[in-house]
């Protein structure tokens, strides 16, 4: 059977086996997993009854035929001298890896690989998983792991120079505005008797119901402000003080992770 292998079953590889099988793209005896550590196997095994552990990755890698590396990039070298040997060749590794390129993935194992950036956000179903083929992957294959990845949110195919700031906005992106929504309801809760737990949960639903209001008018963050901030009102001293700020504040942030990002797993 053609199953799909994951290895490392930590804050990614648990959220893809979750969704593959809770959407229903997989059956349960078409999941194979492995990770390093006692406790994330025993708790996929308590999760989903029945589905497949394998004791080591060269066991799982001799099962499956698309291999989906859920390790973090530092290890994935690692994993690939250590499945490869026993691969036929004709296997499709799925890299979930931010900041490995599929030079360095095509170096290690010459057939058919694709890199994936998936989002914490696919496990309500929302966001978007980025995909980048090799030149080496067939279309069937291709279409294969797209499918898997639409069933839990959206899927944009990129090219690999486009990665970089993708993967800040869609996948660092959750992190990102988790921090600002906390910042904003933390500086409210501050200035004023608003609890911190009701800040936050003011602040939570109001970045939802502003994400859902651009994304179902089609109007810009410009256009809303306009509506918002009556003249001479609240909003627009906020605004304001935002606009001027934010730039060099989230310049500095972009330049930190795409630095980083280059450094990654080396
Ligand atoms: N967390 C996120 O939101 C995103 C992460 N990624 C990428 O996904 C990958 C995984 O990230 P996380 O799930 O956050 O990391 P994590 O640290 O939560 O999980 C890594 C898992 O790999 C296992 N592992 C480590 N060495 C292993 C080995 N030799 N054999 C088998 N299993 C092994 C660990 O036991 C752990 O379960 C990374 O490469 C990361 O760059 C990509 C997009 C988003
Ligand atoms: O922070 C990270 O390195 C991973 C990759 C993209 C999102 N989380």
Not at 50 to 62: F, K, P, S, V
Not at 143 to 155: D, Y
Not at 230 to 252: A, H, S
């Amino acid at each position: 059977m053609d199953c799909i292998g994951v290895i490392g079953y930590g804050h990614m590889g648990g959220m893809l086996v979750n969704g593959f099988l809770s959407s229903g793209v997989l059956g349960i005896d078409e999941v194979v997993v492995t990770s390093k550590s006692r406790e994330s196997r025993d708790a996929c095994a308590a999760a989903w009854p029945g589905i497949g552990i394998a004791r080591a990755n060269g066991e799982l890698a001799r099962r499956c035929r698309t291999i989906i590396l859920a390790v973090r990039p530092q290890e994935v070298t690692e994993v690939l001298r250590e499945i490869v040997p026993l691969m036929d060749g004709d296997e499709h590794i799925v890299s979930l890896a931010a900041g490995i390129g599929l030079a360095e993935l095509e170096g290690l194992f010459s057939g058919s690989v694709t890199r994936v950036v998936p989002t914490i956000s696919s496990t309500v179903g929302q966001g978007t998983t980025l995909i980048c083929h090799g030149r080496q992957v067939g279309m069937h294959d291709a279409l294969r792991v797209e499918g898997l990845f639409s069933s839990i949110g959206n899927v944009m195919l990129v090219e690999e120079e486009e990665l970089p700031a993708a993967t800040i906005l869609s996948s660092c992106g959750p992190g990102l505005l988790a921090a600002v929504i906390e910042e904003l309801a933390d500086a409210a809760a501050r200035a004023s008797g608003l609890s911190a737990d009701r800040a936050l949960q003011l602040a939570t639903e109001t970045a939802a119901a502003t994400a859902a209001y651009l994304r179902e008018t089609g109007e810009t963050p410009g256009d809303l402000i306009g509506r918002v901030a009556t003249g001479g009102g609240v909003t627009e001293v906020g605004v304001k003080g935002i606009r001027e700020r934010l730039p060099e504040v989230f310049d500095e942030a972009v330049a930190a992770m795409l630095e980083r990002y280059g450094a990654v797993g080396k």
